[in-house]
């Protein structure tokens, strides 16, 4: 877990706090329940400063202050499966962004909130957003992909 927190240390100031691993078992499992992983699994933020938080107009309770919080990157016609499959498990937060094609999973308490309605119909989504890409990219490159 150590080695793990070191990875999903704040991405703007290199902060490390010891990542909740039931966060972490949230997205193995919803992973393994919808089979995706390797190349497809792109984690976009974890832990967050204060800082980095109010940068990104991250909530102010949010959960990724706590290191218990991962942002996904899922594909488009996956996320309102995958998101599903994470509300399903009732055992943290799940946010839906279908605008910027990722999904947000957390160990607090059980909700949902997003643009994507639960289940396959959910609304059409937008293209991903350039910035989204380019962070997406930014990330595997330090991953050595």
């Known amino acids: 877990m150590a080695e793990l ?3 999903l240390a704040d991405t ?6 010891p990542f909740d691993p039931r966060a972490i078992d949230i997205l193995w499992e919803v992973a393994r329940q919808t089979r995706l992983g390797g190349d497809e699994l792109v984690v976009l933020s974890g832990y ?13 309770d ?3 202050l ?3 919080a991962l942002d996904v990157y899922v594909p488009t016609a996956q996320l309102a499966g995958f998101g599903d499959a994470a509300l399903a498990l009732r055992r943290g ?3 839906v962004y279908g605008r910027h094609s990722f999904v947000h999973l957390d160990s607090g308490p059980v909700r949902r909130w997003g643009d994507v309605a639960p289940g396959p119909a959910g609304p059409a989504v937008a293209q991903q957003d ?16």
């Open 62 to 64: 949010s959960q990724h």
């Open 12 to 17: 703007r100031t290199g902060a490390v706090r």
């Open 5 to 7: 927190s070191i990875v």
């Open 48 to 60: 967050r400063t204060p800082e980095t938080n109010a940068a990104v107009h991250g909530a102010g």
């Open 130 to 145: 350039d910035r989204i890409v380019l962070l997406r990219k930014a990330w595997a490159a330090t991953r050595g992909r």
């Open 66 to 68: 706590r290191a218990g």
């Open 93 to 95: 937060g799940v946010g």
